[in-house]
């Protein structure tokens, strides 16, 4: 497992256009091979976490180091460049749903090649080889040549992750993966996201709302109440006292900020996020 942070997040807090301050203080850091289950009510900011980090949302103070290179000193250029190399493993699991499962997971690849060869959608044997490996690594490589919306919603899954491998990750998202799986293929989704941490050596934050899924499967739990971390370890150390605090539903109010000028809100305090 690499030792030095591939993922370091400072001071983070993130406020909506609405003035909405949804992340406030978030700081933790992420090595190679973790697999970190978030965790949080309704709500929480959880979600928003993911999207900061992946460049989605811009963030309003703090900063986000991925592997070292901090995302908010860089052009938009360079942010495009570098999203490449996030995998993101969407709870509806976002495949082209009428080409092939091969097809889907050398979207993967897309940052690999020319603006032409994307154009026409050629890929060449290596890339081929490189997404045919990534299927075997979650089992799927005999679906290949499927279509996409022929497959169960669990393999559909599957294929979401091998086209995130196929980005070659330095760090791999996921937000919800199992929330639509029956539990049977959530344990399959959550094992095989595990393995692909630990064999790939890819750090993996994945939002869940299932808590004792993610007691079983997570090397550590971040719990995230209104905005703010209020656990990070083991699964082992979630008393009960702060698991009542993560999902304690009598929420202290969350603070709107009055400083941007198309806030619609009041300048006061007092609404609850969820
Ligand atoms: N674009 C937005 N503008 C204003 N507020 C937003 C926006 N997006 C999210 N929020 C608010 O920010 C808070 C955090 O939302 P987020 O989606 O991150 O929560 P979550 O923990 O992922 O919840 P869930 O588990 O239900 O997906 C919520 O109160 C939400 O209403």
Same mark, same amino acid.
């Given at each position: 497992? #690499?030792? !030095?942070? &591939?993922?370091? *997040?400072?001071?983070?807090?993130?406020? +909506?256009? %609405?003035?909405?301050? @949804?992340?406030?203080d978030?700081?933790?850091?992420?090595?190679?091979?973790?697999?970190?289950?978030?965790?949080?009510?309704?709500?929480?900011?959880?979600?928003?976490?993911?999207?900061?980090?992946?460049?989605?949302?811009?963030i309003?103070?703090?900063?986000?180091?991925?592997?070292?290179?901090?995302?908010?000193?860089?052009?938009?250029?360079?942010?495009?460049?570098?999203?490449?190399?996030?995998?993101?493993?969407?709870?509806?699991?976002?495949?082209?749903? #009428?080409? !092939?499962? &091969?097809?889907? *997971?050398l979207?993967?690849?897309l940052g +690999?090649? %020319?603006?032409?060869? @994307?154009?026409?959608?050629?890929?060449?044997?290596?890339?081929?080889?490189?997404?045919?490996?990534?299927?075997?690594?979650?089992?799927?490589?005999?679906?290949?040549?499927?279509?996409?919306?022929?497959?169960?919603?669990?393999?559909?899954?599957?294929?979401?992750?091998?086209?995130?491998?196929?980005?070659?990750?330095?760090?791999?998202?996921?937000?919800?993966?199992?929330?639509?799986?029956?539990?049977?293929?959530?344990?399959?989704?959550?094992e095989?996201?595990r393995?692909?941490a630990?064999?790939?050596?890819?750090?993996?934050?994945?939002?869940?709302?299932?808590?004792?899924? @993610?007691?079983?499967?997570?090397?550590?739990?971040?719990?995230?109440?209104?905005?703010?971390?209020?656990?990070?370890?083991?699964?082992?150390?979630?008393?009960?006292?702060?698991?009542?605090?993560?999902?304690?539903?009598?929420?202290?109010?969350?603070?709107?900020?009055?400083?941007?000028?198309?806030?619609?809100?009041?300048?006061?305090?007092?609404?609850?996020?969820?």
């Amino acid at each position: 497992m #690499r030792t !030095s942070a &591939l993922l370091e *997040v400072k001071g983070l807090s993130k406020v +909506y256009p %609405n003035g909405y301050e @949804a992340l406030n203080d978030i700081s933790f850091s992420v090595r190679g091979g973790e697999f970190i289950c978030i965790i949080g009510r309704s709500g929480a900011g959880k979600s928003t976490l993911l999207r900061c980090i992946n460049g989605l949302i811009p963030i309003s103070g703090g900063s986000i180091r991925i592997d070292g290179t901090d995302i908010s000193a860089l052009n938009e250029n360079e942010k495009l460049l570098l999203r490449r190399r996030i995998g993101f493993i969407f709870q509806e699991f976002n495949l082209i749903e #009428r080409v !092939s499962v &091969l097809h889907n *997971v050398l979207t993967g690849r897309l940052g +690999y090649i %020319n603006d032409f060869c @994307a154009a026409i959608g050629y890929f060449n044997r290596s890339h081929r080889e490189k997404a045919l490996w990534c299927l075997q690594r979650v089992n799927m490589v005999q679906r290949a040549r499927y279509r996409a919306d022929r497959l169960s919603g669990g393999e559909k899954q599957r294929v979401a992750i091998a086209r995130a491998l196929a980005q070659e990750p330095l760090i791999l998202l996921a937000d919800e993966p199992v929330a639509n799986l029956d539990i049977e293929l959530t344990w399959g989704i959550m094992e095989d996201l595990r393995a692909v941490a630990r064999e790939e050596n890819v750090p993996i934050l994945v939002n869940i709302h299932d808590l004792e899924t @993610a007691k079983q499967c997570a090397d550590r739990i971040i719990g995230i109440a209104r905005g703010r971390i209020v656990y990070d370890g083991a699964p082992t150390g979630l008393t009960s006292g702060i698991l009542q605090e993560i999902y304690q539903s009598d929420s202290a109010p969350v603070r709107y900020t009055t400083t941007n000028s198309e806030s619609l809100l009041p300048a006061t305090s007092g609404v609850l996020g969820g």
